[in-house]
């Protein structure tokens, strides 16, 4: 082959949807290309002229326009254009302009129709238009893709075991034996509606008839409802396996009533989940709760590690990685505090353990530090009881350190006593940071705006959660300035839709995707959700709350959710790398490392939050142009 068309094949090779096709099929297009040369500021294609080929950009850089002239896209080295008018009657449908010196190569339709017949991914890409192609990467695969399909209804084997309210415990623990079962839904009338037959009362377990009659020594004679779990968290016959493995992740329990149309239909238990659960979430959490000290629960880091890779080799969502993470992140905590409590005995005052940021969002990976503070009952003496609380705190921190967690550089842990304060204290924090923004208070916000109870009284954070959903969406100078704020850390692309790159001392040409994708993406993501006056902590239900409103475009909502899907996904393939190759985890890629594909939907994410940014700079205007910042 003639040196020229060597060249011209191996340029196709580095760029999407090229790179997935086989040499001898680069060598059939290299030799078919037509290559044409364009000054800047000349016309390329024109609206509703013939269009024969295929154009690819070997070097420069073409702007892309809507028919009304508005500015539609902007593209660069080893992009293609003119494929909608190709598949679409063969008339240009977006004009293009060359806006540096160009130079175009030209690929014959009757070729490109036949590489699309021949390659599916090469027709999902050319027929999928920048921010749509990111919709192929929220899908799980593999075998994670069957916790998502596969009803929970599916793992029940037999029909609900229940017994009355006003049985006896004895006579509970008879029908468990008689049935070989290790739960009892209990039924009652619902309250003041005798007439309407029986709801789920509660639900009691083996468990509960070892701890809470025989350990406490309660006569055989006495009801059931004294013993039971009242209201248990149920899930729906519909919903998936993975729905019920977080629900059992993030409250910790064993038994999982299954409703269908408010009606129990059966319990599956930790050992149903697991038969299905091949990443094991839940039996590290299980063996979470069995361990009797830190240095024993120190030991399960290795498998907290070997958890993560096994969700990702089996292609789980980032969205499904996230969220089971931070409920190992929960069970780990929760084990600490009880570790705490029965070395201190029991609190002094009621207490609430919250967390705060990725843990509270549930979208928590393998590199994480800690934040986390105390909601402490209104009755809390700091002379008396602080002594309690400050060791409570300090003893998990520690412990969360040992397990990997590290300790927060900013001082947001339940140790610093600015963050161990009753729950009157904590309402005039969040009051006067959404009242009087400034940029310290702004910075809190963003970190404790992302709330949620781990242990303890959950009504004292759910007091805050309410006070912030009611008060921020009523004040629009606070908006205005988180949404300021939220524009901070802008995503790295260069006026050509090039990777603007990052160097510091330990890394070159690099780019952070949390400080410059994630994080910023999850700010505006707030900014948006205080506004409609949500109380949602996860960003994608935060984005359903949004969407409720009409406050975003369905379309913008669309973007988003992608955009934060896939900037997720490669964050947590590349931690996932890193581990498999001895390499502390870390936030940094270099683009030039990763695949002509992804770089292609790496630029499409960040020019969503591009976007998205611009438009919160539009949506929450001026008001804090006077704030210091």
């Avoid at 919903?239 to 992740?249: P, Q, R, T």
């Avoid at 590290?284 to 990702?312: C, G, H, K, W, Y």
């Avoid at 300790?407 to 006593?417: F, T």
Wanted: a negative charge; proline letters at 5%; glycine letters at 6%.
């Amino acid at each position: 082959m003639q040196v020229e068309l060597i060249e011209i094949r191996d340029h196709l090779s580095r760029f999407a949807p090229f790179d997935g096709l086989p040499n001898e099929v680069l060598d059939q297009i290299a030799q078919q290309i037509e290559v044409g040369y364009f000054k800047a500021g000349s016309d390329i294609l024109l609206y509703g002229a013939p269009i024969q080929d295929l154009h690819y950009i070997r070097s420069g850089a073409v702007d892309i326009y809507r028919r009304n002239g508005e500015l539609y896209n902007r593209l660069a080295e080893g992009e293609v254009f003119g494929q909608f008018g190709l598949l679409r009657g063969k008339k240009v449908r977006l004009p293009a302009r060359a806006i540096e010196d160009s130079l175009i190569y030209f690929i014959p339709g009757q070729l490109f129709e036949q590489l699309c017949e021949a390659h599916d991914a090469f027709a999902d890409f050319v027929e999928a238009e920048g921010q749509s192609r990111l919709k192929s990467v929220e899908k799980p695969q593999g075998n994670a893709s069957e916790l998502m399909k596969t009803e929970v209804r599916k793992l029940v084997t037999r029909r609900t075991v229940s017994v009355p309210l006003g049985t006896s415990v004895q006579d509970a623990a008879r029908v468990m034996t008689e049935h070989g079962v290790s739960s009892l839904v209990i039924l009652g009338s619902p309250p003041g509606n005798p007439g309407q037959g029986q709801a789920m009362a509660g639900i009691t377990t083996d468990r509960d008839l070892r701890s809470r009659v025989l350990a406490e020594g309660l006569a055989l004679d006495t009801p059931v409802e004294q013993i039971m779990s009242p209201n248990p968290i149920t899930i729906q016959a519909d919903d998936s396996v993975f729905e019920a493995m977080l629900c059992m992740l993030r409250h910790n329990i064993h038994h999982l009533p299954v409703v269908h149309r408010q009606r129990p239909i059966g319990v599956i238990n930790l050992a149903d989940i697991i038969k299905y659960e091949s990443q094991s979430s839940l039996y590290l959490v299980n063996s979470i709760f069995n361990r009797q000290s830190v240095a024993e629960l120190q030991a399960l880091v290795p498998d907290l590690r070997a958890t993560f890779l096994r969700l990702v080799n089996e292609q789980a969502t980032a969205h499904m990685i996230g969220s089971a993470m931070s409920g190992i992140g929960r069970s780990l905590t929760q084990r600490l505090l009880e570790l705490a409590e029965e070395k201190l005995g029991p609190p002094p005052v009621p207490y609430c353990f919250m967390v705060l940021g990725s843990m509270a969002r549930a979208e928590q990976l393998i590199v994480t530090d800690q934040d986390n503070a105390l909601v402490l009952d209104n009755r809390f003496d700091p002379r008396v009881h602080d002594h309690y609380f400050q060791q409570l705190a300090e003893f998990v921190s520690d412990g969360l350190a040992a397990c990997g967690f590290t300790y927060c550089k900013g001082g947001i842990m339940a140790s610093n006593p600015q963050w161990r304060q009753p729950l009157r204290v904590w309402r005039g924090y969040f009051t006067e940071w959404i009242e009087r923004p400034n940029p310290q208070t702004l910075l809190n916000s963003c970190i404790f705006f992302d709330l949620d109870s781990i242990y303890g009284e959950a009504e004292l954070v759910e007091n805050l959660k309410v006070l912030v959903a009611q008060k921020a969406s009523h004040s629009p100078l606070f908006l205005a300035s988180l949404a300021r704020n939220a524009l901070n850390r802008t995503p790295p692309l260069g006026f050509f839709r090039t990777f603007v790159m990052e160097k510091d001392g330990q890394h070159n040409n690099i780019i952070n995707l949390k400080g410059r994708g994630t994080a910023p993406l999850t700010d505006l993501i707030r900014v948006h959700a205080l506004a409609a006056g949500s109380k949602a902590q996860n960003s994608l239900e935060r984005l359903d709350a949004i969407a409720a409103t009409k406050l975003l475009t369905e379309e913008a909502i669309t973007q988003l959710r992608y955009a934060l899907e896939f900037l997720s996904i490669v964050r947590i393939r590349h931690q996932a790398m890193d581990l498999q190759e001895g390499r502390e985890p870390d936030n940094y890629i270099e683009p030039e490392k990763v695949s002509a594909s992804d770089r292609q939907n790496l630029k499409s994410s960040f020019q969503v939050l591009s976007n998205a940014q611009k438009f919160l700079r539009f949506r929450y205007p001026g008001q804090s142009q006077n704030m210091p910042l």
